[in-house]
T-cell receptor, first 114, second 112 residues
Framework: NAGVTQTPKFQVLKTGQSMTLQCAQD?????MSWYRQDPGMGLRLIHY???????DQGEVPNGYNVSRSTTEDFPLRLLSAAPSQTSVYFC?????????????FGPGTRLTVT | GIQVEQSPPDLILQEGANSTLRCNFS?????LQWFHQNPWGQLINLFY???GTKQNGRLSATTVATERYSLLYISSSQTTDSGVYFC??????????????FGKGTKLSVKP
């Protein structure tokens, strides 16, 4: 199993540009999520999905969109990039979250917005 | 929401030394995980431990859910143990499913 994969690894955007961060998992996990990590901080939840067709907002959703058309993929879209979105983005997945389950993280995408 | 506090924020060790990292959380939890973020930024799962004790090689962890804390023990530290150690919890109340709340981490530096 490749686990959780993310592309690209690095990206530089200009203010106002849009882009999609890709996330895929091959473990047949129902639950997927996106976090951001800012310098000196832990991770904060952006959006999550409990299954194909179902998404919801996390702690810091503004400026981001998600959709979940398949179990395997969970892309994160930046609609109009801002310097405040400069961060490292992590995707995670796990089995159903009912009762709590171990989450596994991808390698991250380092995004810089100038 | 749940608050997660980790201590100490920074720790410098000589290779071979032992250490204990602490994680306090403010409410009951469904899930508690320990991660190691290596110098390349990758998050590595160490333990899934909402309660009890687990061991994996030189590392072990204990969570006392009733007292709302968890401890990560590193024995005979090596330079490859350097990085940031995060504790993350998920609340057991409605609407908290899947939302891991992270502490700010303990930055560990192991000197040769």
């Amino acid at each position: 199993n490749a686990g959780v994969t993310q592309t690209p690894k690095f990206q530089v955007l200009k203010t106002g540009q849009s882009m999609t961060l890709q996330c895929a998992q091959d473990m047949n996990h129902e639950y997927m999520s996106w976090y951001r990590q800012d310098p000196g901080m832990g991770l904060r939840l952006i959006h999550y999905s409990v299954g194909a067709g179902i998404t919801d907002q996390g702690e810091v959703p503004n400026g981001y969109n998600v959709s979940r058309s398949t179990t395997e993929d969970f892309p994160l879209r930046l609609l109009s990039a801002a310097p405040s979105q400069t961060s490292v983005y992590f995707c995670a997945s796990s089995y159903s979250m009912v009762g709590g389950h171990e989450q596994y993280f991808g390698p991250g995408t380092r995004l810089t917005v100038t | 929401g749940i608050q997660v506090e980790q201590s100490p924020p920074d720790l410098i060790l000589q290779e071979g030394a032992n250490s204990t990292l602490r994680c306090n959380f403010s409410d009951s939890v469904n899930n508690l995980q320990w991660f190691h973020q290596n110098p390349w930024g990758q998050l590595i799962n160490l333990f899934y431990i909402p309660s009890g004790t687990k061991q994996n090689g030189r590392l072990s962890a204990t969570t006392v859910a009733t007292e709302r804390y968890s401890l990560l023990y590193i024995s005979s530290s090596q330079t490859t143990d350097s990085g940031v150690y995060f504790c993350a919890v998920e609340g057991d109340y409605g609407g908290s499913q899947g939302n891991l709340i992270f502490g700010k981490g303990t930055k560990l530096s192991v000197k040769p």
